[in-house]
């Protein structure tokens, strides 16, 4: 096989754009340049890499294979110029990372205070549902990964950096947000709004209350915190959510937290990798800055 560097640049391009135009765009070439380059790369493999179904990009289980070499090639090279940048005294480089959709409320500012200490690090960020983040952590896609219920079905790198308590919520006007102290009966009548099945705090508070032997009576199942919070707001039931959904408030929103027996719950956050994945100079850089920053965002 005869394959450029160049070349496995653009195929990866393909695999994560799904489509021949935008790898193009991606790696500066016109279209006509990057299908020919396509096309060489198949003919030196010598079967179909990918087929092309309404106008969408499909890689065959070669092309998988190829993305998968041509991904650790990348990482490899990217993580050889970063020791050489090292060498010279320079931070420089690209920090890919994958956190599921709770961490947005403190990863982002924990990402500002980073790129203002390393203004030469370009900063890719993806915030996903949890089943979006593990697929993400099984494919290798990113440095880092940060979420609080890492699977239990992948050998990983796994770091705790800081505590994500999760509570009861419930409207400001609900007679319980005047009480100072709630048994967990005391909700056994009351309509629960709860994350979506598969969302790390899901499985949190169904493994908390199935410790407890407390059955909620569930109304709404949404994808999204804020949804969750609208909904209790609106009287529609209580919940239970990181408090970092709540920016570590007791107020927030038209919701207030209850002060109930057994909460909060006890969970953290946790930033993983692959086990045997070499964390490259710039990613072992953030995680020095986020083991520093995290206690100032701990609620």
């Not at 006007?173 to 056994?188: E, N, T």
């Not at 408090?243 to 929103?253: D, I, M, N, Q, Y």
């Amino acid at each position: 096989m005869n394959v450029t560097f160049r070349q496995l640049r653009l195929f990866l391009a393909l695999a994560d754009t799904g489509s021949v135009s935008r790898a193009a765009r991606a790696c500066h070439v016109t279209q006509p340049t990057a299908s020919m380059q396509l096309k060489e790369v198949s003919d030196s493999v010598g079967v179909p890499l990918y087929e092309v179904i309404s106008r969408r990009v499909h890689l065959t289980d070669a092309g998988r294979e190829l993305a998968r070499t041509a991904r650790s090639i990348a990482d490899d090279w990217a993580a050889f110029e970063q020791r050489i940048d090292a060498t010279k005294g320079l931070t420089r480089g690209q920090l890919r990372v994958a956190v599921v959709s709770t961490a947005k409320y403190f990863v982002p500012r924990l990402l500002g205070t980073f790129c203002a200490k390393y203004p030469d690090i370009d900063i890719a960020l993806e915030v996903l549902n949890r089943d979006g983040v593990v697929q993400r952590l099984r494919d290798n896609l990113d440095d880092l990964y940060i979420m609080s219920m890492p699977p239990t079905d992948i050998d990983l790198e796994d770091q705790v950096v800081m505590p994500n308590p999760l509570v009861v919520i419930a409207a400001h006007s609900h007679p319980l947000a005047r009480k100072r102290q709630i048994a967990l009966s005391d909700l056994s009548p009351l309509r629960f709004i709860l994350r979506e099945r598969g969302s790390g705090t899901r499985m949190a508070v169904d493994a908390h209350f199935k410790r407890l032997r407390f059955k909620p009576d569930l109304r709404l199942e949404l994808g999204s915190n804020e949804a969750i919070k609208e909904a209790v707001a609106g009287n529609l039931g209580v919940a239970v959510i990181s408090s970092h959904a709540l920016h570590g408030l007791a107020h927030e929103h038209g919701v207030s937290v209850l002060p109930v027996e057994g909460f909060p719950i006890d969970s953290h956050w946790h930033v993983v990798r692959q086990k045997g994945k070499q964390a490259s100079p710039v990613a072992k850089v953030f995680m020095e800055h986020l083991l520093a920053q995290s206690g100032k965002w701990t609620r």
